[in-house]
């Protein structure tokens, strides 16, 4: 069964600069696909469209049969609360506590004013707590989030958005700004949250290695169009040249 | 081929000095204006200043009158700049480039911030002087424009700074844009928008005076009177007083600032 279904989408940026063009691809329930591709051939866009940051100019997406490109902006609200999100750069308000940054994954559930002044029930302090826990944060519950190191942060960025209880979860870049132990420690969180809730997993990889390692399933983008689209162990020396741009070294 | 580079480059300072003594030399001739002369001048001025503007028992006496006044400013100065703070938040958010939700709206808001920051204050003041009258309220207006413009351009560049990230991460929670702004941009910022909101306090109290003489109220106006009256020694009380009022909210400002940054 699709939980996500994308066709022909397409973007272009200043009506002039194709960021994707005709993507089309499906992705069943409790999958874990990982989208490769050089620095600006559309794979941020690509993941943006789906919970709607960047609106798509052409095309459908299909999240769980509903078209996200013709929600308004309360429908909208509701579909992201279902669609959790991690970025690069974890965008966690810094100098709030981890547990406030948690609870932030609440806020589309809530009507504007109480989530406005922050007044969460006693069952998500408790949820949140339980989350952090799991991820092993659960000692700096009340610090900073400044205070933590990037791994700490990305945990966190899981944290808030398994509070939302998502059915999907999109990751930008998670581990591009880690070290090679914290990368795993994220990469290995995520992949055991996928083999043991069976929320469905979109990545976008800098490191084809990881991809291979971890995904269901690998699709390759390159200059805003599918290049690739199949399992890990299909993906040979001159396909990854050919998603890379890079002449195929003769050894 | 190094060497000829740093020859031009040489030869364009060369011009350019050469150019600036040749402007100063026209613009002075023009204005009859003499450096040397203006230099001589100074020693001059500042006995003059020393001798008459030192406060003396009769300033002393007018003291409880003077500190009613710069109290007055004060409060004046502390209301402007809060209350403006309030508006220019608001505009900040309908302008900023992350947190705008409309673009012609966002425009809008920055082209009347940006109105009413160039606008000086002096200016602010005579025409506000026109519609009401010699009044606190003139006063009062006068810095409030002008904070709410110095502010708003301010808000909109820290929150353009620092936000983008918070903004995208909460959006994508689901959070509605009241949310995202209260708990994700002003917790982002609120330590530099709460520091340029004692910085615009400072300020004010400088500028009140002069906006005070123009508009009469608050300490300025009771420095012009004096001053026009030559009772010199009571207008130096009155400078010395604001110096050590900017210095004390300077020195409070600087602690508040180091403890929430």
């Given at each position: 069964m699709a939980i996500l279904e994308i066709s022909g989408l397409t973007k272009i940026y200043k009506s002039?600069?194709?960021?994707?063009?005709s993507v089309s691809f499906s992705v069943k329930k409790g999958e874990f696909v990982s989208i490769i591709g050089p620095s600006g051939a559309g794979k941020s866009t690509l993941i943006r469209c789906i919970n709607r940051l960047v609106d798509a100019t052409e095309g459908t997406i299909l999240v769980a049969d509903e078209d996200v490109t013709k929600m308004n902006s309360t429908e909208l609200r509701r579909l992201r609360t279902k669609i959790g999100m991690i970025f690069q750069n974890y965008n966690?308000?810094?100098?709030?506590?981890v547990i406030d940054n948690v609870l932030h994954g609440r806020l589309g559930y809530k009507n504007t004013l109480a989530g406005m002044f922050g007044r969460y029930t006693r069952e998500e302090h408790a949820e949140a707590l339980k989350i952090l826990k799991q991820l092993g944060l659960k000692q700096y519950?009340?610090?900073?989030?400044?205070?933590?190191?990037g791994g700490q942060k990305q945990r966190v960025g899981i944290a808030r958005a398994l509070i939302q209880n998502p059915k999907i979860f999109l990751a930008d870049e998670p581990i591009a700004s880690l070290d090679p132990a914290s990368a795993k420690l994220i990469m290995d969180e995520l992949m055991n949250m996928n083999k043991k809730t069976g929320i469905t997993c979109l990545l976008n990889l800098h490191q084809v290695q990881t991809a291979k390692d971890y995904s269901d399933r690998i699709i390759g983008i390159n200059n805003g169009r599918i290049v690739f689209d199949g399992k890990p162990k299909q993906l040979n020396d001159k396909i990854i040249a050919e998603i890379y741009n890079t002449p195929l070294q003769n050894e | 081929m190094k060497l000829k580079i740093m020859q031009t480059e040489k030869r364009y300072f060369t011009a350019a000095a050469v150019l600036l003594i040749i402007l100063y030399m026209l613009a002075g001739s023009a204005v009859d204006f003499n450096l040397g002369s203006g230099f001589l001048a100074v020693p001059e001025a500042l006995r003059w200043l020393f001798c008459n503007f030192i406060p003396d028992s009769q300033s002393v006496s007018k003291l409880p009158h003077i500190m009613n006044k710069l109290m007055e400013t004060v409060f004046l100065s502390v209301a402007a700049a809060t209350t403006a703070s309030i508006l220019a938040l608001l505009f900040a958010l309908a302008g900023s480039g992350v947190t705008r939700r409309n673009l012609l709206l966002g425009t809008v808001a920055r082209i009347i911030a940006s109105i009413s920051r160039n606008v000086p204050d002096s200016v602010w003041a005579m025409i506000l002087l026109l519609s009401f009258g010699q009044n606190i309220l003139t006063g009062f207006f006068t810095l409030f424009f002008v904070t709410f413009g110095t502010l708003t351009r301010a808000f909109i560049e820290t929150i353009d700074e620092t936000s983008s990230t918070t903004v995208e991460a909460l959006t994508a929670c689901g959070a509605s844009w009241w949310q995202v702004v209260s708990q994700g941009v002003i917790p982002d910022n609120i330590g530099e928008i709460v520091s340029w909101i004692l910085y615009e306090i400072e300020v004010n109290i400088r500028s009140s005076t002069l906006v005070g003489m123009l508009t009469g109220t608050g300490i300025g106006f009771l420095f012009d009177l004096y001053y026009k009256s030559m009772r010199y020694s009571s207008a130096g009380l009155i400078i010395l007083l604001i110096a050590a009022v900017t210095l004390i909210i300077e020195t409070t400002s600087n602690a508040i600032r180091r403890r929430i940054l």
């Open positions: 002039t600069i194709k960021a994707l063009d966690l308000v810094e100098k709030r506590l519950a009340y610090n900073r989030c400044d205070e933590l190191s | -």
